[in-house]
């Protein structure tokens, strides 16, 4: 999972926000149906990336519907999630 994370914040960094969102998705597709605390974070930052690629082809409704979702997802993140407490500060530096 860490690799995919770097891959995820690499990609973030270049603007690529689809190969972003593909990154994670690896992980995330495979257990999409699992209702666990981990997978749902994950989902949450599928929803950053997807979001941005939303805001960057002038779709600035859905990129806040979506980035809400994001939002949602990643709010109870706490410190024991050292990896994910990290992306999401990294994530939300992309929020204007």
Do not use: C, Q
């Not at 690799?3 to 969102?21: C, L, N, P, T």
């Not at 930052?45 to 409704?61: C, D, M, P, T, Y």
């Amino acid at each position: 999972m860490i690799e995919k994370i770097k891959k995820y914040k690499k990609y973030m960094s270049e603007d690529k926000f689809f190969e972003a969102h593909e990154a994670l998705e690896e992980y995330w597709f495979p257990r999409r149906k699992d209702k666990s605390k981990e997978v749902l974070i994950v989902k949450g930052f599928i929803n950053a990336a997807v979001s941005l690629e939303l805001k960057r082809r002038g779709k600035i409704k859905n990129h806040h519907k979506i980035w809400a979702v994001y939002e949602k997802l990643t709010k109870d993140i706490d410190s024991s999630d050292v990896h994910f407490l990290e992306l999401k500060e990294f994530v939300d530096s992309f929020k204007v």
